[in-house]
């Protein structure tokens, strides 16, 4: 189990392009409350990154929006929560893993991202509640789980 302050820290942004780099550096000043490794820090990075991208580029389509980024950390690990109200989408239902065999160009486009960034996470989970969509990721501390990294 990770142990996590008991308060989140919260950030607010409009969901545009523009704003990504706030939720990035938001991130990265919880991954280094927590002493995340570099490693770690990066994977928690890119799954927020590719969930809010495609939260403006997806979910609102250039729309008005608002996106809202809770974050806890600890010496365990960190645990971000993104929510929005853009129309339900289950990330996990969205992801498209690579398939074997198949070169690049005859993939279907799309899917991937997001499936590289739920298995770049320890923990994730999604719900729709309340005309929201709420993603939860949590990356462990290095050496807090005997299982290393998913790839």
């Known amino acids: ?11 607010e942004v409009p969901a ?9 550096s938001f991130v990265l000043r919880l991954a280094g409350r927590a002493g995340l490794d570099k490693g770690s820090a990066y994977r928690l990075r890119l799954a927020v990154d590719e969930l809010a991208t495609n939260i403006v580029m997806h979910g609102y ?25 853009a129309p339900a989408f289950d990330p996990v239902e969205g992801r498209l893993p690579p398939v ?23 923990e994730f989970s999604y719900v729709h509640r309340d005309g929201r969509n ?14 290393p990294p998913r790839p």
Request: charged share 25%; with cysteine.
């Open 1 to 11: 189990m990770v142990e996590l302050a008991r308060t989140s820290s919260v950030l």
């Open 16 to 24: 545009t392009v523009g704003a990504l780099g706030d939720i990035a």
């Open 61 to 85: 389509r250039g729309g008005d929006g608002r996106i809202t980024v809770r974050g806890r950390s600890g010496p365990g690990g960190v645990r971000i929560t993104i929510e929005d109200t």
């Open 100 to 122: 074997p065999g198949v070169p690049p160009e005859d993939r279907r486009i799309g899917g991937l991202g997001i499936h590289l960034a739920l298995t770049s996470v320890d």
């Open 134 to 147: 709420i993603s939860a990721l949590t990356v462990k501390a290095e050496g807090t789980d005997p299982c």
